[in-house]
């Protein structure tokens, strides 16, 4: 039979428009979070990354926010171009030093 | 550098069968990670490696799947016998350090019918 997973929530924006993916995390004692993408086919590929101690990270045309306070955090992709269409996932490295992964959003970019 | 490298790509096997994933991981890098991701959801920790010691193997079925790591290298994955919620990607990662710096490897589609 058919296997049944989960449907991923979809994002889907205009080629040269902002993106914004979020992220809600579980654990309050995780000290580290990484955004990864995943092409089909591929194994997650690392964007950005971010520690517990900053509320910000920039890299190039992607932006990572943290907020503690409400366990959220969110990328940002400036003027997403096609080759962004992916899935997205956040983790968290928590309680022995493992990553744990979000249930990832699909981010769909339309010519 | 070369990237983690995993083999066979796809694998489809019939339920009660056995199966095995081959992983080699960045050159020296110490913490290995098997991962399975089930369509439409997010990878999930099987087994942590240090070196050849298991750090965590608490979310590995220890039924039906094992691992090992032996001279803190190469690593294999097992599943006897296969059942059909077994059907995933399974993805071996490895790091430096643990926690940090982790590199997927593009995985072993595993169906099984």
């Known amino acids: 039979g058919e296997s049944v997973g989960l449907h991923l929530p979809t994002l889907s924006v205009q080629e040269g428009d902002n993106s914004i993916i979020n992220c809600a995390y579980s654990n309050s004692a995780s000290d580290y979070f990484i955004w990864y993408k995943q092409e089909s086919g591929k194994g997650p590929q690392f964007i950005i990354d971010i520690r517990s101690n900053m509320d910000k990270r920039q890299g190039q045309r992607v932006t990572v926010l943290l907020n503690k306070t409400v366990k959220h955090l969110s990328l940002q992709i400036a003027a997403t171009q096609p080759g962004d269409s992916a899935v997205y996932f956040c983790a968290e490295n928590g309680a022995g030093n493992m990553l744990t992964f979000g249930g990832g959003t699909r981010l769909m970019v339309k010519p | 550098e070369a990237g983690v490298a995993q083999s066979p790509r796809y694998k489809i096997i019939e339920k009660r069968q056995s199966v095995a994933f081959w992983c080699n991981p960045i050159s020296g890098h110490a913490t290995l990670y098997w991962y399975q991701q089930i369509l439409g959801q997010g990878p999930k920790l099987l087994i942590q490696?240090?070196?050849?010691?298991?750090?965590?193997d608490s979310q590995l079925p220890k039924d039906r799947f094992s691992a090992e790591r032996l001279k803190g290298v190469d690593s294999t994955l097992k599943i006897q016998p296969a059942k059909l919620e077994d059907s995933a990607v399974y993805l071996c990662a490895s790091s430096a350090y643990r926690g940090y710096g982790y590199t997927f490897g593009s995985g072993t589609r595993l169906t099984v019918v």
């Open positions: 490696f240090q070196n050849n010691g298991v750090v965590d």
